[in-house]
């Protein structure tokens, strides 16, 4: 029974009571006083089932807290188990890749066996083909010294021939043989020469000869210069050694050590007291050298790899090309950043000035040439067509051509005033060096090959080629004097080469030469 029905039932009965007049106060009392417990009763039985609602409800959300704990532990018991899975199958990956790469390191081992004896079978064949170089070279030089005997001996028997006349009017017959050399049946020996000796002469092309070779570096050469007054030559590579050298005699002069990563260019200050050079992929650091103490004066901060720099012939100024797409141009002097030439899309490999310093060329990745004008920074024109990245350039003496090259394989002669192609030619492989001689006669080539290569700078034709390196050649520099040319190879060393070029013979005399 509720307790809300008996309070009821005792409600009635005392109304019932008071209406009927029976029971006496104290009964009356006791229901009343009874009641009131009852009433006292009913709301802790309230309050009871008020916190008990509470107690369900709160047991109801701990349940459902419980069951989703319950799913997410056996989401995470399945994902562990698939996990699982995956970690056996990629361990049976792995097990397959070990054994894999086995293999790999075992037919690496073969193909560096078979490397090994090809490059002992090229380094024997280049031995054998300088050789027949040098040997060719002899001969020609045979056939040369046997022409200009040849030519003395013609020019002695010619006045012996024309002083036998056949007549009384022998003066006025010979005179008549030299004016019109036509051959007789009396002197068929002499009138030939004649007509040699009436012919334009020719130029002899522009040759090299091994002079020496320097030894000097621990590890692969790419980069040299010559000194303004080409009495020092700087040498630099991956050994994170810049080597002075005198460049008559080839002896080592000090070694300048401070890079710590491979050195990827040097260039002499104009005014030969001092060297800047770049080096570093992780750290790049660009150092200007004293070079009477061999100490780093100033050290150019720089935030990304500088694969390219030049001076300006002024010696104030300094460009740096790298792995941005900006070429800086930095005061030498106070080290300072002047002017930022903003046109590249990709990172620029080279930079080279004019002559005059009034031009700089840039080039790289995005394939095109950008001439700037040094003194306001803004483009001249851009030169295109390259079909692949630009490694190297280089302006001849009269700054009116820029020769270019790179992984394209193609050698090209610009015009800076038109910006056309004069000339092109086909070097073979990738380009990494070129430079003109002091003449402006002859372009010196180098790349990814051991061997140098000499062009003719106004009709892009190859002259010659000589392999004395045994790996490719990252650079080539002319002495100034342009007697001497010098290269620097993956093999470690710097070769001199004895340089000789000649100058265009003058046309024949249109006169007849007294007694010939």
């Not at 709160?58 to 056996?74: Q, V």
């Not at 920074?377 to 067509?385: A, C, D, E, N, Y």
């Amino acid at each position: 029974m509720k307790p809300s029905r008996f309070l009821c039932g005792i409600g009635v009965l005392l109304a019932v009571c008071l209406l009927t007049g029976c029971g006496d106060s104290e009964k009356l009392k006791a229901l009343e006083a009874e009641h009131e417990e009852l009433q006292k009763a009913h709301g802790a039985l309230q309050s009871q089932e008020l916190t008990q609602r509470r107690e369900n409800a709160h047991l109801k959300e701990s349940l459902e807290e419980a069951r989703e704990e319950a799913a997410e532990l056996r989401e995470q018991i399945d994902s562990a188990k698939s996990d699982t899975e995956k970690a056996a199958a990629f361990e049976e990956a792995l097990t397959k890749t070990q054994s894999d790469l086995i293999e790999a390191r075992q037919e690496a081992r073969a193909l560096e066996e078979k490397l090994a004896l090809t490059e002992q079978k090229l380094s024997q064949a280049q031995e054998r083909l300088a050789e027949a170089q040098q040997k060719a070279e002899t001969a020609t030089a045979q056939v040369q010294a046997a022409t200009r005997q040849l030519e003395e001996t013609t020019s002695k028997l010619e006045p012996v021939a024309s002083s036998a006349p056949a007549s009384a009017d022998a003066a006025s017959a010979s005179t008549e043989r030299v004016a019109s050399p036509a051959p007789t049946a009396s002197a068929p020996s002499t009138t030939a020469p004649a007509q040699a000796k009436a012919e334009p002469a020719k130029a002899k092309p522009a040759s090299v000869q091994v002079a020496r070779r320097l030894t000097a570096h621990e590890g692969k050469v790419l980069a040299l210069a010559f000194a303004p007054d080409g009495q020092t030559l700087a040498t630099a590579g991956d050994d994170r050694a810049i080597q002075l050298w005198d460049a008559q005699s080839g002896e080592p002069r000090r070694t300048l050590a401070g890079h710590t990563e491979e050195i990827d260019a040097v260039a002499f200050v104009p005014d030969g007291q001092m060297l800047v050079s770049s080096a570093g992929l992780k750290k790049p650091t660009v150092h200007v050298w004293d070079l009477a103490t061999g100490q780093t004066v100033r050290t150019i901060g720089v935030a990304e790899r500088i694969f390219g720099l030049a001076c300006s012939p002024d010696g104030t100024k300094l460009a740096l090309a790298g792995k941005g797409t900006k070429v800086d141009l930095w005061d030498l002097r106070e080290g300072t950043l002047i002017a930022q030439f903003e046109g590249h899309k990709r990172s620029v490999y080279c930079v080279a000035f004019s002559p005059d310093g009034h031009m700089l060329a840039s080039a790289g990745q995005d394939r095109d040439i950008i001439l700037w004008n040094v003194p306001s920074g803004q483009v001249i024109r851009t030169l295109s067509g390259s079909q692949d990245y630009i490694s190297c350039l280089a302006f001849s003496p009269d700054g009116r051509t820029l020769a270019s090259g790179g992984w394209d394989k193609t050698i090209r002669l610009w015009n800076t005033e038109t910006g056309e192609v004069q000339a092109e030619g086909d070097f073979g492989t990738t380009l990494r060096s070129l430079a003109f001689s002091p003449k402006g006669k002859t372009l010196a080539a180098a790349g990814d090959v051991p061997a140098l290569s000499l062009w003719d700078a106004a009709t892009g034709e190859r002259i010659q080629t000589s392999s004395k390196h045994i790996d490719r050649i990252f650079a080539v520099a002319f002495r100034p004097d342009g007697q001497t040319l010098a290269t620097g190879s993956w093999d470690k060393s710097v070769i001199l080469w004895d340089f000789s070029e000649s100058m265009p013979a003058p046309p024949p005399t249109s006169q007849p030469v007294a007694g010939k």
